[in-house]
């Protein structure tokens, strides 16, 4: 994993938004760097190199959109500024969209910060 890899899966693992993440899973010839199975989330962390890999990403993400996954792409250097709430935005972002998403399944799950 790149370090700014490592900074979100220290934030998301074990269950620390209320939901399982894994990461490094294999979806078709993909590769995703995180997947909740649960609520077919995939959370890529993308380096500078993305901006040259445009279409790529797009047909990548085309493909796990036609299986119902929804793809959030995070910019890497998002993830080491300085100011708490650049990440506390992301993390808020995928709590609220997988909470959306299991909710529209039909089974709602609280997450970390509600009551249960």
């Given at each position: 994993?790149?370090?700014?890899?490592?900074?979100?899966?220290?934030?998301?693992?074990?269950?620390?938004?209320?939901?399982?993440?894994?990461?490094?899973?294999?979806?078709?010839?993909?590769v995703?760097?995180?997947?909740?199975?649960?609520?077919?989330?995939?959370?890529?962390?993308?380096?500078?190199?993305?901006?040259d890999?445009?279409?790529?990403?797009?047909?990548?993400?085309?493909?796990?959109?036609?299986?119902?996954?929804l793809?959030?792409?995070?910019?890497?250097?998002?993830?080491?500024?300085?100011?708490?709430?650049?990440?506390?935005?992301?993390?808020?972002?995928?709590?609220?969209?997988?909470?959306?998403?299991?909710?529209?399944?039909?089974?709602?799950?609280?997450?970390?910060?509600?009551?249960?």
């Amino acid at each position: 994993m790149t370090l700014s890899e490592k900074k979100l899966w220290s934030y998301i693992r074990a269950k620390r938004l209320g939901f399982l993440f894994r990461r490094q899973y294999p979806v078709g010839d993909f590769v995703l760097d995180f997947y909740c199975p649960e609520v077919k989330l995939c959370i890529e962390v993308d380096g500078p190199h993305h901006a040259d890999r445009v279409l790529q990403d797009a047909t990548r993400d085309a493909f796990l959109e036609s299986l119902g996954i929804l793809t959030i792409r995070i910019p890497s250097l998002d993830l080491f500024d300085r100011e708490y709430p650049v990440l506390e935005k992301w993390l808020g972002l995928i709590e609220r969209t997988c909470r959306e998403r299991k909710k529209a399944s039909g089974t709602s799950t609280p997450g970390p910060f509600e009551p249960r």
